[in-house]
């Protein structure tokens, strides 16, 4: 879904939560409609907890900041890799969904899993939360373990 509703971005966390390996205790958003209700035609105001992605927040125990305003840079990794998927489907012709999806699955994969990143020591996100892990058990909800890779 391609929208920026607050009822799906909502859903997203749900399913985000699920998923993750991690226990989320903060999330960190811009101040986009989607995320908060803190601006009005009014002008500036205290979030009131009411909007979809807060009240899951809640219902999750998960505790929401809003990165400062007039601070884009704050979501610079995020762009980046948003980027990178842009790149990826401009520069690729799919037949169908089908074919889109599993370029994107396959893309994660290498990402997460053969692409060291700079930020994490020169180690690949898998490892970098797999030592993450190691160091600190009680942060995570299940175990994170390495995919066959490309090379093996």
């Known amino acids: 879904v391609n929208d920026k509703r607050a009822r799906t971005t909502a859903a997203f966390l749900k399913r985000v939560h699920q998923h993750c390996p991690v226990n989320i205790r903060i999330i960190l958003t811009d101040n986009g409609k989607e995320f908060t209700d803190r601006f009005t035609?009014?002008?500036?105001?205290?979030?009131?907890?009411?909007?979809?992605?807060?009240?899951?927040?809640?219902?999750?125990?998960?505790?929401h900041r809003?990165?400062?305003?007039?601070?884009?840079?704050?979501?610079?990794?995020?762009?980046?890799?948003?980027?990178?998927?842009?790149?990826?489907?401009?520069t690729t012709y799919f037949a169908n969904a089908t074919e889109m999806e599993t370029a994107l699955k396959q893309y994660l994969r290498l990402y997460n899993h053969h692409m060291v990143q700079r930020n994490l020591g020169h180690r690949t996100p898998i490892q970098a939360l797999k030592d993450w892990q190691r160091k600190q058990p009680e942060l995570f909800n299940r175990r994170v373990y390495d995919h066959s890779g490309l090379d093996t």
């Open 66 to 90: 809003l990165i400062p305003l007039r601070h884009p840079q704050t979501n610079g990794m995020v762009e980046r890799f948003n980027g990178r998927i842009a790149q990826l489907t401009r």
């Open 41 to 63: 035609a009014n002008g500036e105001r205290e979030p009131t907890g009411k909007q979809a992605f807060d009240q899951v927040c809640t219902g999750l125990t998960i505790e």
